[in-house]
């Protein structure tokens, strides 16, 4: 099936190694790239994914993957309505520092 995919200035192929690399990258605070293209490609990869048939550790990366892209739009329609969201620099947002670090557990088994 051919995806609508997100644009976003990380390109890397989607792989669980990948989504660790850059989960990782987040949690060290070096990442170049924006939380909102992090998870536009989190987005793509639940597209890119969708109806495949993963591996188990591919499956966990894909409900990750899912779970970060939910959860910025969760988060961020608390505090703003859709209205300001498409008027707002959506680079200078960041979700809370300690869910990455539960995404990277979870996705590593710990």
């Not at 990782?24 to 490609?41: A, H, L, R, S, Y």
């Not at 703003?80 to 947002?93: P, V």
Request: net charge negative; with cysteine.
């Amino acid at each position: 099936m051919e995806w609508n995919l997100n644009k976003t200035s990380i390109n890397l192929p989607y792989s669980c190694e990948n989504l660790k690399t850059l989960l990782d990258t987040i949690c060290k605070k070096e990442n170049k790239f924006p939380q909102v293209d992090f998870c536009m490609w989190c987005d793509n990869v639940t597209m890119a994914w969708d109806e495949e048939d993963l591996d188990d550790q591919d499956q966990l990366a894909f409900v990750i993957a899912r779970d970060i892209e939910a959860q910025w739009d969760l988060y961020w329609y608390e505090f703003y309505s859709h209205e300001q969201l498409m008027k707002m620099d959506l680079t200078k947002l960041e979700l809370p520092p300690d869910w990455f670090k539960e995404w990277v557990a979870e996705l590593v088994g710990k």
